[in-house]
T-cell receptor, first 118, second 112 residues
């Protein structure tokens, strides 16, 4: 079945460590996104990519890095520079950014990864 | 500033009852409005997407309305079920390449 797979579901990080969250999609979507979700706040955009080998910063990119070497993969690295990384991270994809207004029509989300700093 | 506000913040209803969730937005120019359902610890799932010209859209027991003049939307849930317990997120999209603006969600608990 087509969809978006995030891994791991739960991740623990010690201070000073970098960790990488995986996101894979088999929907043949061009655009992919990373969001962060904190209690009582709306989803906030970290990074997004419209095409392979290209990505742009979102609203809260500091302390994060991404790569888009393949169409189906968009991993997110939470670096030690991110001072408050404990959160629920959501990866999403859409057909193409900019179509049907705004961010490319319907967003399809993964199941999320919960990162906790020890 | 582009904002999406949802009310109530949380809601408890008895199984079988109806409820209505509200979404007010200031995003302009407007392109579309989406409602998502998010079960605890899982990713959001799309319920409806409404464009400027659509006033009402249904998806099973979920009916969304949109008043683009007053910049208000509602999500009505009919004959609630225990599985409706979740957070419901309103998301508004501007035109062109504007980013999506997410509301903070309404947490619904359906009690037996």
């Amino acid at each position: 079945d087509g969809g978006i797979t995030q891994s791991p579901k739960y991740l623990f990080r010690k201070e000073g460590q970098n960790v990488t969250l995986s996101c894979e999609q088999n929907l043949n979507h061009d655009a992919m996104y990373w969001y962060r979700q904190d209690p009582g706040q709306g989803l906030r955009l970290i990074y997004y990519s419209q095409i392979v080998n290209d990505f742009q910063k979102g609203d809260i990119a500091e302390g994060y890095s991404v790569s888009r070497e393949k169409k189906e993969s968009f991993p997110l690295t939470v670096t030690s520079a991110q001072k408050n990384p404990t959160a629920f991270y959501l990866c999403a994809s859409s057909v193409k950014q900019g179509l049907a207004g705004g961010m490319g029509g319907e967003l399809f989300f993964g199941e999320g990864s919960r990162l906790t700093v020890l | 500033k582009n904002q999406v506000e949802q009310s109530p913040q949380s809601l408890i209803i008895l199984e079988g009852k109806n409820c209505t969730l509200q979404c007010n937005y200031t995003v302009s120019p407007f392109s579309n409005l989406r409602w998502y359902k998010q079960d605890t610890g899982r990713g959001p799932v799309s319920l409806t997407i409404m464009t400027f010209s659509e006033n009402t859209k249904s998806n099973g027991r979920y009916t969304a309305t949109l008043d683009a003049d007053t910049k208000q939307s509602s999500l009505h849930i009919t004959a609630s079920q225990l599985s409706d317990s979740a957070s419901y997120i309103c998301v508004v999209s501007g035109t062109g390449f504007q980013k999506l603006v997410f509301g903070t969600g309404t947490r619904l608990l359906v009690s037996p």
